[in-house]
């Protein structure tokens, strides 16, 4: 039982050297990050033909998809599958007496691992992240070769996304990811060693509730919280305070941890204070048997009637749609300082939160919006459920939603930052086959995700169909451009009847098709989708297609301003909406409706835009 050592950190080279998983340190980690051999496998017979153990004949750089320019393959046609591989070692330090895990944050879409041709586990699903064991498969070496088959059907159903199921960009669909397009890497834990804990932030006590799953844990064994003076320094801090509870295999021990009264500082949009907390698990003789360092933010969500309250005080949530894509690194951002530049772009136009729309953001995203007080409203890469997506009839629901789903909402409950749950956007019940199927994967998401987290509201879905009658949320997608239109489809909020996607009003009604939406029961309201106005600059313009956006591109920027600010202005000088979400952060692709361009530099006048969005609204003087 060897306690982790400060003098096992190593610093990695190559690409993305951070460590993936802010909230849950080690300091016995190795990156997997850099050049992989690969082989792609456009049919999919590879296991049949003997690629596992042969030599691949190219090289990728890993984490970035192969249809990437950052992963030096930058290839966007169809592969049904994909390999790579390359040889591991163990670190000299690492004890021999641990485990060491292979940790994979994400892999498009059914990613199966072998070790020296052993297989050691599979996974399904391209957005949520997995870990497995390698200690048997190693068998006491420490050096192998590791082995990754990704396989991502093109017509089979799955959670893609934005993800074309084209060969082009077409719409607002982009350019797919394969394989392997977040970090991988290595770790140790001692045998008996700590999973993810989970932390419930509980204002009212100020305290927060810990649950604390211990691996292999033997009778005897305690665990144990602390919380730290600075978090910027956790190492070098003292405690403040400390709760223990015991834990054996069994059991995931429930710990309270208090902050002294005196030093109570909340989590909240423009003070987002984080509070360090060390995790130990020490063995029967109060020996540090495993420790891991994590964060919390206290801070409190709550419904009160119409109003969503943070802290107890109704925050108006001006949110953007962040469709997290670059144009050389596709859904995988190209550097850390990356993630950071597109929560603080999307701060300096005056939000304070974002939709990480139809992906699910990776954790150093979350852990800079924790840091920089950034409100996510946390997303599934659904799109398409309905059978009306990018897949058309091949993307029914399947169970595979609610499992990757559930995956996402576990590895995410902790970030302060996240203050909402989306598992669906756009669904469509309209489709008489598919009406029961759909409804019943909307509820099981819903209760789903209800189970999991009792802090938090849930959507139902997002736009178009609410088909829980009792979901905490209800909102509308409209892209109305004549803020006289659009006003007058949101005016109903007062009257109890606001304004809901219908077939009629999408241009989607069916004969005889049902609604969309069962009637609306008083819950918070906002409008999740809108703006979204087509601008190119007169200097970017091509002699050809000049992409697209919402209804007519706007004659210059001074139009731009001004629909913008009439549209906002509906919104939030309405009392009874407690936020919004503009379409969005930038272009993507064909998609010209951004406020900054795709390579994320200036189109518009940024004070100006600040000013447009970051206005006292209605709502928090309720």
């Excluded at 799109?383 to 029914?396: F, H």
Aim: glycine residues 10%.
């Amino acid at each position: 039982m060897t306690p982790a050592s400060s003098t096992s950190v190593r610093r990695p080279a190559g690409p993305r050297p951070e460590y993936p998983r802010p909230q849950f340190r080690r300091e016995r980690w190795l990156s997997l990050n850099g050049t992989w051999r690969f082989q792609r496998d456009p049919s999919d017979s590879g296991l049949e033909r003997g690629l596992l153990g042969a030599d691949f004949a190219e090289t990728i750089v890993v984490p970035f998809a192969p249809e990437s320019e950052l992963s030096g393959i930058g290839d966007p046609d169809f592969c049904e599958a994909v390999w790579y591989a390359r040889e591991i070692a163990v670190p000299d330090e690492w004890p021999a007496d641990g485990r060491v895990l292979l940790h994979c944050q994400a892999i498009d879409h059914d990613a199966t691992v072998w070790l020296d041709g052993r297989e050691v586990g599979r996974h399904r699903g391209g957005h949520t992240s997995f870990t497995l064991d390698l200690t048997d498969a190693l068998a006491g070496r420490r050096t192998g070769t590791l082995t990754i088959r990704a396989r991502d059907s093109r017509d089979a159903p799955q959670p893609r996304g934005k993800q074309s199921t084209h060969y082009a960009n077409s719409g607002c669909h982009y350019t797919r990811t394969t394989g392997i397009w977040q970090p991988v890497w290595l770790e140790w834990v001692p045998a008996s060693h700590l999973a993810r804990p989970r932390i419930t932030p509980d204002v009212a006590r100020g305290e927060f509730e810990l649950d604390v799953p211990v691996r292999h844990g033997r009778r005897g064994m305690t665990v144990r919280a602390l919380l730290l003076d600075e978090p910027a320094a956790p190492a070098a801090a003292s405690p403040i305070d400390a709760d223990e509870a015991p834990a054996d295999a069994s059991m995931t021990p429930r710990l309270r941890l208090r902050v002294p009264a005196d030093r109570v500082r909340l989590w909240e949009p423009g003070a987002p204070h984080l509070y360090g907390v060390r995790f130990e698990l020490r063995g029967p003789d109060g020996a540090l048997v495993d420790a891991l360092d994590s964060y919390a933010g206290l801070r409190s969500i709550a419904i009160d009637g119409q109003r969503v309250l943070i802290n107890g005080r109704p925050v108006f949530q001006r949110l953007v749609l962040d469709q997290g894509y670059w144009p050389d690194g596709l859904m995988t951002a190209p550097s850390e300082a990356a993630l950071v530049a597109d929560i603080e772009l999307g701060l300096a136009a005056g939000f304070n939160g974002a939709r990480v729309h139809q992906k699910i953001a990776e954790e150093r995203y979350l852990y800079h919006a924790d840091r920089l007080g950034y409100l996510v409203w946390g997303e599934f890469a659904d799109w398409g459920a309905s059978g009306a997506g990018p897949a058309g009839d091949n993307q029914r629901p399947t169970p595979t939603w609610i499992a990757q789903w559930v995956e996402a909402v576990e590895r995410d409950y902790s970030h302060p930052s996240i203050v909402g749950w989306c598992p669906l956007n756009e669904t469509h019940q309209f489709i008489h086959d598919r009406f029961t199927v759909l409804d019943d994967v909307t509820t099981a998401l819903f209760l789903a995700t209800k189970g999991i987290d009792r802090t938090r509201p849930v959507i139902d879905a997002s736009g178009y169909s609410h088909r829980v009658a009792a979901t905490d949320v209800w909102d509308s997608h409209d892209y109305s451009q004549d803020p006289e239109v659009f006003a007058d489809r949101m005016a109903g909020l007062e009257r109890g009847e606001p304004f809901a996607n219908t077939g009629a009003n999408s241009g989607e009604a069916r004969p005889g098709a049902p609604d969309y939406s069962l009637p609306y029961a008083d819950q918070p309201y906002f409008c999740s989708e809108f703006g979204g106005i087509w601008w190119v600059p007169p200097h970017l313009r091509g002699d050809g297609d000049d992409g697209w956006g919402y209804g007519d591109r706007v004659a210059d920027e001074e139009e731009w301003y001004a629909r913008a600010a009439g549209l906002t202005r509906v919104l939030d000088q309405n009392p009874l909406m407690f936020g919004y979400c503009w379409t969005q952060l930038t272009d993507v692709f064909g998609e010209q409706n951004g406020i900054y361009r795709f390579d994320r530099s200036a189109k518009l006048d940024p004070d100006r835009v600040r000013a447009i969005f970051d206005h006292p609204a209605a709502y928090e003087d309720s």
